[in-house]
């Protein structure tokens, strides 16, 4: 059974930080992609940030230059740093993930989330 276990939410100021972390518990099979996304009250979810297997990165424009995403394959984690927070940020964050093994289909996986608050 594939389980994927956020942490890290909290409260913070805005300009402050926070670090939040997935991982990901998926036995002998393999993590692909891994993705944090983010849902704001009464807005769709959002991809925020995604990286590769091999490390490639991707960001949405609203967290470019603030935000870091990075993985560890060998723990099955991804990191999301988050700096220079805004009131905008205010979110559950979700961590989401593609598995399944060296090859065939992947599946899709996705966090319980967890709440970022970023107001004075």
């Known amino acids: 059974q594939v389980q994927l276990v956020e942490s890290g939410g909290g409260s913070v100021q805005p300009g402050g930080s926070l670090r939040l972390s997935c991982s990901a518990s998926?036995?002998?099979?393999?993590?692909?992609?891994m993705r944090w996304y983010r849902q704001a009250p009464g807005k769709q979810r959002d991809l925020v940030a995604d990286?590769?297997?091999?490390?490639?990165?991707d960001y949405s424009d609203a967290v470019k230059g603030r935000f870091t995403i990075a993985r560890d394959n060998t723990e099955n984690t991804v990191l999301l740093q988050m700096n220079n927070l805004k009131s905008e940020d205010t979110a559950v964050y979700y961590c989401?993930?593609?598995?399944?093994?060296?090859?065939?289909?992947?599946?899709?996986?996705w966090g319980q989330g967890t709440q970022v608050t970023v107001s004075s």
């Open positions: 989401n993930a593609d598995v399944g093994g060296r090859i065939g289909p992947l599946t899709n996986y």
């Open positions: 998926v036995s002998n099979l393999r993590v692909y992609t």
């Open positions: 990286i590769s297997r091999a490390g490639k990165v």
